[in-house]
């Protein structure tokens, strides 16, 4: 749990995140979904403990580097971490936001905003998981969700959501009909093959395309041979 640009910024895995923000540029339209400001992307994988918020968290800042107004929502509601990198707790959150009972067409922006809190980092907000809830994925699937995301939409330019894994639930499925890219996070030596394939098959199924999958902990030693290792070479002198 550590954002590298305060304790690793000219480390191999620093230059890897900024190196996905910049296909993630390139690749992305010039409007997010349905004409919206914000671009949106869903970072999953296909089982836990494979490092898909760590993923999150560090392409947040990065994209937050180009000042850019950028909002990182923990949507794991039932084992998300995410509290625990920006040094907060998991309270007022989405799940609680969502159980909120008052009618959806109602929502104020700043109601919305009692969720959502500012972090440390310039141009980042956060929105944890909230308080556990009993029925995640029927609150992902109600129209409440949908309202929030369109309001969210016109207030920033990136939103990152961290999704649960794909095997552990259904919630990325939904997450992802919100999603202008779809990110697979997979770990290197602990992931097992057939359950990443089997876990892009399902969304495949839902008519979801994954746009990219980033092999995480690979080690640096691996890295050597490529061109990857001059880069981060490349104007070091320490």
Known sequence: NRLLAYID???LSYEAIKSLRTHLIFGMPTEGKSGHRAK????SGESPGVGKSFISANLTEVFAQLDKKVLIIDADMRLGELHKMFNTDFNNGLADYLANKDDA???STHKISDFIHPTSMDHIDF???GKYPTNPS???TGERFEKLMQQLNEHYDYIVIDSPPILAASDAIILSQYADKVLM???HNKSIEGQLVYAIKQLTK?????DGIVLNDVQSGMMNKYSY???YAYGNNK
């Open 40 to 43: 949106v992307i869903l970072i």
């Open 138 to 140: 029927s609150l992902l």
């Open 127 to 129: 929105m944890p998981r």
């Open 105 to 107: 067409s109602q929502v």
């Open 185 to 187: 996070v997979t770990r």
């Open 206 to 210: 839902a008519n979801i395309q994954v």
């Open 229 to 231: 290792h001059y880069s």
């Open 9 to 11: 910024h000219n480390s």
